[in-house]
């Protein structure tokens, strides 16, 4: 029995890893919202699908420095994480990828006023090897060059718009990826020449994707704003996790990750 | 010969191999207890049963057992017809043609033409499920005969009827059996389809021929128990010196001057019973014990055990007057002009 | 109670009246709470969550919404992707339905189990699966582009290709079924008959598993209706090329739910009335 699942063994992760790599997508649904009624020691965090890697680490810092106190992630599209929000999960902490999306939020009087904590320009991202000799904005007008691009329903699209329109230029992409994740898979896997993502995606890509700044990406700063939940269950808790993201201490993490401070 | 063929299959624990000799016209019948391997044989015939190499069936000088089913020039007819469900009457019987390479057209005339002649021409646009048992079975009929086959095969072709329809089909299959100018086998275990559809029966038992001969021989000579019990003769091996056989213990006078090992067999009604041992004491007499009773058309048949076991049928008067109960001794006696003994 | 009416039914002959039942009460009366409880049960769970989407559809503006030409444009994209994938599907399905039914070879067991992968796999995997294999760098997909000039993602025919790797898996099982259900006298019957194995297949086999066959085919269909995963991962998202219903409700989430919700209903409507009318059609004709 064991053999036979072995041959499975081997070759499923491996699919499971590649595909998971690209699966921002699909986000998380109500089932995998934590349950209600989380104890007093226990921080629940929705946040912006490319906060991923940052807030991971902080959720372990502030482990530690509170003994006894589990910080709990639920990643995903920050739209998708605001209607959840909305539909009543409980939650203490809301971190979104655009002030759009945490305004709906507050407008709905949920949670208290937003600070912004973080910002995260666009870049062209290309496969390593650049196959469409790509190294500027210009570049991906070309009709030869397959560019992906986020829909502009999501921040990264919306930023990527802001971008190409500030620099005048129109681009025909074969695909509107519905986040930033499934774009950069995109690009990964060569199935596109070049991708607008954020600075921060390139980074965690770790090598499998080059990055290309270009000077409209200013015009097209996506601000990350956090905020705590007016009704947040673990209450002080959930003020001293933003207070945490706020601190220097909670800057340097993002910068290595390649975010900007505000 | 139009058909010669040795049938050997081989299975585990269980082994066919028997000849088979069937001339241009004739009609022989596998005739056979269940298990038998009859419909073994008649499946290794249509090549739906791999047969082992021993296997060779000729038909008309050409070997057909290299053929797959669908080259043999056959047309079966099976047990419970498998006329095609989504097909209609008139269709089921085109399909031979049809994989012959014949036109629509042509073939549904050819069906046409078939279904007439089974007297169903009204129901050709019927459904399989729409039609009655007999009907069915004349389709079946009809569309094996579509093919213009050299052997005709028939697994139990009228078992699958009640009583009263079996009747009818019978007497009407025996008809197109005998227009049909090809070989015909036809497997049955009902020993009256036998006698009266074939020209000569072929009896197995355990995948291997025992018996064999025109419905007439068989009948009077049975060879085995269970043909025995078919034509209803009860049948005894023994050893003759002139009129004389011994039946184990028991010594039979038969009206055959034989020597050395024979079959004696006379028919249950020539079997008396007494009460007491009757006077004027016929040569054939022995004590019996009653081991059963039990109706038998308008008889009574009488199971006897003793020096041998045989069925004897009286009148239910007869046994009224008797007071027959099983376990009771009786006397039972044949007269040697009932018996009829020949060489084993 | 339960008991003198299970004596009742036993009653010769009653049921070849062809009268309707005196009292149709009873007949409920006898039905057995353990199953029907649990049966209505299920059916809420199923058509609940329709009916959600039934209430808070925004019915007032439904109608200038339907116009919009994005939505008739990505109907139009998932019915025709749906529908040539179900095609795909019963051409490569079928033969292989009866391979695994019909063909004894080492292994079997495992390429069965392999055929229901797609069932298991999430979609957004199988998505990834497929690049691999079959985008500008997979392996088969290298050589596509090379020797015709062929690439698969971002095209309406990738939208094919991923609606039938997932959908695939119900054809082949329901096939699978009819065809060991199917009584293989009457092949052999046909056989006799002179029937090559093709004609035996194409003329006895297929009819005689057409309800499993189509049975087969509205769970394919409706399965590459509603693909979303491998479909978005796959050709990914493009108005008018690849964006399919499904695409669009996802999108159309992320800013404006009651236009998710109005496709959704859009969607569901559509796949009800076809499949309702199908299936009567099927139903009438055998």
């Given at each position: 029995m064991f053999r036979r699942l072995s041959r499975w063994a081997v070759a499923l992760p491996a699919v499971l890893v590649l595909g998971l790599s690209g699966c921002g997508s699909g986000g998380p649904d109500a089932s995998t919202a934590p349950a209600a009624g989380a104890g007093a020691g226990e921080v629940t965090v929705f946040a912006a699908a490319s906060l991923t890697g940052t807030f991971t680490e902080l959720g372990r810092t502030f482990e530690a420095a509170h003994p006894g106190t589990t910080v709990k992630f639920n990643f995903g599209s920050s739209a998708t994480l605001a209607q959840q929000i909305a539909q009543g999960a409980p939650v203490d902490v809301f971190a979104a990828a655009s002030p759009a999306t945490m305004k709906t939020v507050t407008d709905a009087s949920l949670a208290g006023a937003p600070a912004t904590f973080a910002r995260n320009t666009l870049q062209i991202a290309v496969p390593k090897d650049n196959p469409a000799k790509v190294d500027d904005l210009a570049d991906l007008t070309d009709a030869k060059v397959k560019v992906a691009l986020c829909a502009e329903q999501v921040p990264c699209g919306a930023a990527a718009v802001k971008a190409l329109d500030a620099a005048g230029l129109k681009v025909t992409p074969v695909?509107?990826?519905?986040?930033?994740?499934?774009?950069?898979?995109?690009?990964?896997?060569?199935?596109?020449?070049?991708?607008?993502?954020?600075?921060?995606?390139?980074?965690?890509?770790?090598?499998?994707?080059?990055?290309?700044?270009?000077?409209?990406?200013?015009?097209?700063?996506?601000?990350?704003?956090?905020?705590?939940?007016?009704?947040?269950?673990?209450?002080?808790?959930?003020?001293?996790?933003?207070?945490l993201v706020l601190s220097q201490q909670g800057r340097d993490v993002l910068t290595k990750a390649g975010f900007e401070a505000p | 010969m139009s058909l010669r063929a040795r049938l050997v299959v081989t299975r585990p624990a269980f082994e066919l191999d028997l000849t088979l000799e069937v001339a241009p016209g004739e009609v022989v019948a596998l005739l056979g207890p269940n298990g038998a391997g009859k419909t073994t044989a008649l499946r290794a015939l249509a090549g739906l049963t791999a047969m082992t190499a021993a296997g060779r069936i000729s038909l008309d000088g050409r070997a057909l057992h290299t053929l797959p089913a669908e080259g043999r020039p056959i047309g079966v007819v099976f047990q419970d017809y498998l006329l095609f469900p989504h097909l209609t009457a008139l269709d089921n019987v085109a399909f031979g043609p049809r994989c012959q390479g014949f036109s629509k057209?042509?073939?549904?005339?050819?069906?046409?033409?078939?279904?007439?002649?089974?007297?169903?021409?009204?129901?050709?646009?019927?459904?399989?499920?729409?039609?009655?048992?007999?009907?069915?079975?004349?389709?079946?009929?009809?569309?094996?005969?579509?093919?213009?086959?050299?052997?005709?095969?028939?697994?139990?072709?009228?078992?699958?009827?009640?009583?009263?329809?079996?009747?009818?089909?019978?007497?009407?299959?025996?008809?197109?059996?005998?227009?049909?100018?090809?070989?015909?086998?036809?497997?049955?275990?009902?020993?009256?389809?036998?006698?009266?559809?074939?020209?000569?029966?072929?009896?197995?038992?355990?995948?291997?021929?025992?018996?064999?001969?025109?419905?007439?021989?068989?009948?009077?000579?049975?060879?085995?128990?269970?043909?025995a019990r078919l034509v209803g003769l009860n049948l005894y091996r023994g050893v003759a010196d002139g009129t004389r056989v011994r039946v184990g213990e028991?010594?039979?006078?038969?009206?055959?001057?034989?020597?050395?090992?024979?079959?004696?067999?006379?028919?249950?009604?020539?079997?008396?019973?007494?009460?007491?041992?009757?006077?004027?004491?016929?040569?054939?007499?022995?004590?019996?014990?009653?081991?059963?009773?039990?109706?038998?058309?308008?008889?009574?048949?009488?199971?006897?055990?003793?020096?041998?076991?045989?069925?004897?049928?009286?009148?239910?008067?007869?046994?009224?007057?008797?007071d027959l109960t099983p376990g009771l001794r009786v006397w039972a006696s044949v007269k040697a002009t009932e018996t009829h003994a020949y060489p084993a | 109670m339960a008991t003198t009416e299970h004596i009742r039914p036993v009653k010769p002959r009653r049921g070849f009246t062809g009268r309707p039942s005196p009292s149709p009460g009873r007949l409920s009366g006898r039905l057995p709470w353990m199953l029907l409880l649990p049966a209505l049960l299920g059916l809420a769970f199923l058509v609940l969550p329709l009916a959600g989407l039934l209430i808070r559809a925004p019915w007032p503006t439904l109608p200038q919404r339907l116009a919009e030409p994005h939505v008739l444009e990505a109907l139009r994209l998932s019915l025709v992707c749906a529908t040539v994938a179900t095609a795909a599907c019963l051409l490569l399905g079928v033969p292989l339905a009866w391979l695994l039914a019909r063909v004894e070879f080492?292994?079997?067991?495992?390429?069965?189990?392999?055929?229901?992968?797609?069932?298991?796999?999430?979609?957004?995997?199988?998505?990834?699966?497929?690049?691999?294999?079959?985008?500008?760098?997979?392996?088969?997909?290298?050589?596509?582009?090379?020797?015709?000039?062929?690439?698969?993602?971002?095209?309406?025919?990738?939208?094919?290709?991923?609606?039938?790797?997932?959908?695939?898996?119900?054809?082949?099982?329901?096939?699978?079924?009819?065809?060991?259900?199917?009584?293989?006298?009457?092949?052999?019957?046909?056989?006799?008959?002179?029937?090559?194995?093709?004609?035996?297949?194409?003329?006895?086999?297929?009819?005689?598993i057409a309800p499993g066959v189509v049975a087969g085919a509205v769970l394919c269909w409706a399965r590459a209706l509603g693909e979303f995963g491998a479909t978005i991962t796959f050709a990914g998202n493009?108005?008018?090329?690849?964006?399919?219903?499904?695409?669009?409700?996802?999108?159309?989430?992320?800013?404006?739910?009651?236009?998710?919700?109005?496709?959704?209903?859009?969607?569901?409507?559509?796949?009800?009335?076809?499949?309702?009318?199908?299936?009567?059609?099927w139903v009438s004709a055998s």
């Open positions: 695909t509107l990826e519905q986040d930033v994740k499934a774009t950069l898979t995109k690009v990964e896997l060569g199935e596109v020449d070049a991708a607008l993502v954020y600075r921060t995606d390139v980074i965690a890509s770790a090598g499998k994707v080059t990055g290309i700044g270009f000077p409209e990406a200013d015009k097209a700063i996506n601000d990350y704003p956090i905020a705590t939940l007016a009704k947040a269950p673990a209450g002080d808790l959930a003020e001293q996790f933003v207070d | 057209t042509e073939s549904r005339r050819v069906a046409a033409e078939l279904l007439e002649r089974v007297g169903l021409a009204d129901r050709a646009a019927a459904r399989p499920r729409e039609l009655s048992g007999g009907q069915a079975q004349r389709v079946a009929l009809a569309r094996a005969l579509a093919v213009r086959p050299r052997l005709l095969l028939l697994d139990e072709p009228l078992a699958a009827l009640d009583a009263h329809t079996r009747l009818e089909i019978r007497s009407r299959l025996r008809r197109h059996l005998a227009d049909f100018d090809g070989a015909t086998v036809l497997v049955t275990h009902d020993p009256l389809d036998a006698m009266v559809l074939a020209d000569r029966l072929i009896v197995i038992e355990n995948g291997t021929v025992v018996q064999q001969g025109t419905p007439a021989e068989v009948a009077r000579h049975p060879r085995t128990d269970y043909v028991l010594p039979l006078s038969t009206s055959e001057r034989l020597d050395g090992a024979v079959f004696v067999a006379f028919p249950p009604a020539a079997v008396a019973l007494y009460r007491s041992r009757p006077d004027g004491s016929p040569r054939n007499l022995w004590q019996a014990v009653i081991g059963g009773v039990e109706r038998h058309g308008d008889n009574v048949r009488v199971h006897l055990d003793g020096p041998v076991t045989a069925f004897a049928d009286i009148t239910p008067a007869a046994l009224a007057d008797l | 080492p292994g079997r067991r495992l390429v069965r189990a392999l055929v229901t992968v797609p069932l298991v796999l999430p979609p957004v995997v199988g998505g990834v699966a497929l690049l691999l294999v079959l985008g500008r760098r997979g392996l088969i997909g290298q050589w596509l582009e090379a020797t015709f000039g062929v690439t698969l993602p971002f095209t309406t025919a990738g939208v094919i290709v991923a609606e039938a790797f997932v959908a695939m898996p119900f054809l082949v099982i329901s096939v699978e079924g009819a065809l060991r259900g199917a009584d293989r006298r009457f092949e052999e019957a046909a056989a006799t008959l002179g029937a090559s194995r093709w004609t035996v297949f194409r003329r006895v086999t297929l009819p005689m493009f108005p008018g090329t690849t964006r399919t219903m499904p695409l669009a409700v996802y999108l159309a989430l992320e800013t404006e739910p009651e236009a998710a919700i109005v496709l959704s209903v859009v969607l569901l409507a559509v796949s009800v009335v076809i499949l309702a009318s199908l299936r009567d059609r």
